[in-house]
T-cell receptor, first 112, second 112 residues
Framework: GEDVEQSLFLSVREGDSSVINCTYT??????LYWYKQEPGAGLQLLTY?????DMKQDQRLTVLLNKKDKHLSLRIADTQTGDSAIYFC????????????FGTGTRLKVLA | NAGVTQTPKFQVLKTGQSMTLQCAQD?????MYWYRQDPGMGLRLIYY???????DKGEVPNGYNVSRLNKREFSLRLESAAPSQTSVYFC???????????FGPGTRLTVL
């Protein structure tokens, strides 16, 4: 079945780059997304990439998509303490009736 | 724009009690979803509404009902609450085109 997998935890020092990884199984995804969830809040869209793109850059964020390996990554440059949160990757799939699968989330902790 | 709003923010119920979680969006989106979030399990879809007047079951619909009252509002009802329904509930509306989801702040429900 369709699945999206992420590692559970990542810890980095302030000022370093963070790389959060995600693997997915369904190759019919149309868009892939990264969402951020801060404590006690809902998910907030960070960025998305269309499935026929390899890379997208948006200020400190860089998304890389390897369709052959079904691997998606989010790189955060110059990570700040305010980036500490849970990051979810997700894919939308044209063939599914409700079209969305979320990963279980990666908790990023930024150390000062 | 308020985006997606949810009420209440917190609720404690006793087993067997009923309640309705309210959700509204002011972005004129057609599709709206209800998720539950449990530790280590990411987001699981309960019900969704692709458009006004239609509702369909997601992954975990048992014990819940929904009403798409109009384009703006999508409510989730627990008829007879059970401790297994203790969770954080999120409502989301979906922007057509990129299928980006906009989330409400969540309702934290505890069933004793």
């Amino acid at each position: 079945g369709e699945d999206v997998e992420q590692s559970l935890f990542l810890s980095v020092r302030e000022g370093d780059s963070s790389v959060i990884n995600c693997t997915y199984t369904d190759s019919s995804s149309t868009y892939l997304y990264w969402y951020k969830q801060e404590p006690g809040a809902g998910l907030q869209l960070l960025t998305y990439i269309f499935s026929n793109m390899d890379m997208k850059q948006d200020q400190r964020l860089t998304v890389l998509l390897n369709k052959k390996d079904k691997h998606l990554s989010l790189r955060i440059a110059d990570t700040q303490t305010g980036d500490s949160a849970i990051y979810f990757c997700a894919e939308s799939i044209v063939t599914m009736p409700y079209k969305y699968i979320f990963g279980t989330g990666t908790r990023l902790k930024v150390l000062a | 724009n308020a985006g997606v709003t949810q009420t209440p923010k917190f609720q404690v119920l006793k087993t067997g009690q009923s309640m309705t979680l309210q959700c509204a969006q002011d972005m004129n989106h057609n599709s709206m979803y209800w998720y539950r979030q449990d530790p280590g399990m990411g987001l699981r879809l309960i019900y969704y509404s692709a458009s006004e007047g239609t509702t369909d079951k997601g992954e975990v619909p048992n014990g819940y009902n929904v009403s798409r009252l109009n384009k703006r509002e999508f409510s989730l009802r627990l008829e007879s609450a059970a401790p297994s329904q203790t969770s954080v509930y999120f409502c989301a509306s979906i922007q057509g085109g990129t299928d980006t989801q906009y989330f409400g702040p969540g309702t934290r429900l505890t069933v004793l």
